[in-house]
């Protein structure tokens, strides 16, 4: 119980340290219902392209959605949304500003006229703004379907406005059969008049940067066509969608694919209106999001998503924040993806080696995996990977069996058998990450290279179980890493042996004083000292003890043939340190 509180406490403090070490700029976003976040209950897929921005800017932006439904700039000020956000401004936040699609409705509660109140609710919301210290950005709206008479579609989005509002998501907003008929001969319509100049009136006025979703969206929507257009629309069939069992037809507002390649396309118009944002943003290929701000709710989806054997081209995959718990798979079949997590993202399971699987059968130490990777060319940065069974003997945290996978700033926390480089004749990777547990946690047949890595120790026992086959060249080789351990633990092993020919090289290591001074073990069997290969070459710290060692190990003169570009090349040449973050393949 103790072990497994200190390992969920790792995990809150994972969380909770969220860019603690930097400013975030917060980007405010107010407006209507096609920026709004929206209510995720009964898989309901309508989205504002706002709700999905946070998926195209780096941690150091946070997005704060306060565009709320049915709001015009009048009733948002009314209500004293914009007061609330007006108090949360500091020096440097930007504010996005995108209203019109409620101002035109006749209802007094919202109504304002192009040209006088609209534009000075804009200038009002521009002007205090700057008076806070923030940076205003004006956007007009964004288009809606409206392929055929602007009256008969004005009929239409008020029919589903009301609907929307009232939270009834069954509306009926399709055109008469006539007018869809005679839709595929025309462009769209502008249902939005002079709702649209004002932005850019106002920004010309007072200098404000501004932004044409409209032209943007436009575009978009015409470049489709009548038909394709739907997808990016609440055209939902009946029955399909536990949130409206009637099913949708709904040409103004954005399901998940639509409002994400909303988002896009405005993200990358805002790096060139507002420059000082532009080395923020980022395009992934997929999203992952448990709060609907992406494609998907779980990593698994995202696998699942990624075309199997896409070759000479990366997929990338942004995990946002949070634990997701799922037991994760990627097969072979899922080439060259790049998963990136933010800041306080956990892939956690809870497997173990002896709890019984469907059948009654124990899970067995392979089958307790929390994470399976077994693609060629895999990336992963920013990852926690982690089983939280606890001390309850054999619990794999993350599972590799791929060729040239390459871990980045990730953990993998866990107690006995934690990393499982299973693969054999495959090459890892792993630059800047946390590895913590208890016996033989770094195990496996792999060749893997450890750089500047951080080891740490929650209890008595072997760091590494190398299961090395004979004739193979190179093992577990660890470059400037740091092995500590928790308060109380004093009897730790560098390594032993899981298979006789077993191979492991610490490199310029710290080394703690829980470290034993004989440093490996044979495992129980004197033969294993005649074919394990055991070696250090300037270990530091307490626990570096050259002339206590075991005394079939090893102490390197020198770096011959240790090279890492050498250790991991392989006859393709393989070289993650000279390729770096060329790998990620993150579009900027």
């Known amino acids: 119980m103790k072990n497994r509180l200190i390992l969920c406490i790792g995990l809150f403090l994972v969380l909770t340290a969220f860019r603690a070490d930097k400013p975030v700029i917060t980007v ?117 379907r409206n392929y055929g008479s602007v009256s008969d579609y004005a ?26 008929a005679q839709a595929k001969e025309y462009h769209l319509i502008d249902t939005h008049g002079d709702y649209l100049k004002s932005p850019l009136v106002v920004a010309k006025e007072l200098d404000v940067p501004f932004v044409d979703m409209n032209k943007i969206t436009h575009d978009l929507v015409e470049g489709l066509g009548y038909e394709d257009s739907k997808k990016l629309f609440m055209w939902v069939e009946p ?90 798979i990627i097969p072979a079949c899922k080439l060259n993806i790049s ?16 709890r019984p699987n469907r059948f009654g059968e124990e899970m067995s130490t392979s089958g307790s995996a929390s994470c399976y990777i077994y693609a060629p060319d895999f990336y992963a940065e920013g990852i926690t990977f982690a089983n939280t069974a606890g001390p309850v003997g054999q619990a794999v945290a993350c599972f590799v069996s791929a060729d040239r996978a390459y871990f980045k700033k990730c953990r993998f926390l ?90 492991a090289v610490f490199v310029r290591c710290h080394l703690g004083g829980h470290i034993l001074p004989e440093g490996w073990n044979n495992w129980g069997k004197k033969d294993n000292e005649k074919t394990a290969f055991f070696a250090e070459y300037q270990s530091m710290g307490e626990g570096a003890h050259p002339d206590a060692r075991a005394a079939f190990s090893h102490q390197l003169s020198d770096l011959r043939d240790y090279a890492i570009e050498t250790v991991l090349a392989g006859e393709d040449g393989w070289n993650p340190v000279a390729n770096g973050n060329a790998l990620m393949n993150v579009k900027r």
């Open 155 to 180: 009929k239409i989005d008020a029919k589903v406005e009301a609907a929307v509002n009232q939270d009834d998501v069954r509306a009926d907003a399709s055109p008469s059969d006539d007018v869809a």
């Open 414 to 503: 866990g107690f006995q058998d934690t990393l499982y480089t299973y693969g054999k004749g495959c090459r890892q990777y792993y630059e800047d990450c946390y590895i913590e547990g208890t016996v033989d946690f770094i195990f496996g047949w792999s060749t893997a290279v450890f750089n500047r890595c951080h080891i740490h120790s929650v209890g008595d026992g072997y760091v590494t179980a190398p299961s090395t086959d004979r004739g193979q060249k190179y093992g577990y080789v660890f470059y400037d890493c740091k092995l500590t351990a928790a308060s109380g633990v004093r009897k730790v092993y560098l390594s032993r042996p899981w298979r006789p020919y077993g191979k």
């Open 28 to 144: 405010f976003m107010i407006g209507d219902s096609t920026m709004a976040d929206k209510n995720l209950t009964g898989g309901n897929p309508e989205r504002g392209w706002g709700q999905m921005l946070p998926g195209f800017f780096t941690e150091d932006i946070r997005v704060d959605n306060h565009a709320v439904n049915g709001r015009s700039s009048k009733s948002f000020i009314d209500e004293g949304r914009w007061d609330k956000v007006l108090s949360l401004i500091k020096k440097g936040d930007y504010v996005f500003i995108q209203f019109g699609h409620n101002d035109e409705k006749p209802d007094p509660k919202r109504h304002t006229d192009p040209g006088t109140t609209f534009d000075a609710n804009l200038r009002r919301f521009v002007n205090e703004t700057r008076a806070k210290g923030g940076i205003p950005v004006l956007f007009n709206s964004i288009v809606r």
């Open 339 to 354: 998963l990136i997590g933010q800041e306080g993202t956990v892939l956690e399971y809870d497997g173990y080696a002896s």
């Open 239 to 328: 029955n399909v969608v536990p949130a409206m069992p009637k099913g949708r037809e709904d040409n103004t507002h954005l399901n998940i694919y639509g409002a994400r390649l909303v988002a896009g396309l405005a993200v990358d118009a805002i790096a060139e209106a507002v420059p000082a944002l532009a080395p923020y943003v980022r395009h992934y290929d997929f999203v992952v999001a448990q709060d609907g701000s992406g494609d998907f709710f779980t990593v698994q989806e995202a696998i699942n998503a990624v075309p199997d054997f896409r070759k000479n081209v990366r997929t990338t995959i942004l995990v946002r924040r949070g634990v997701y718990k799922e037991k994760l």
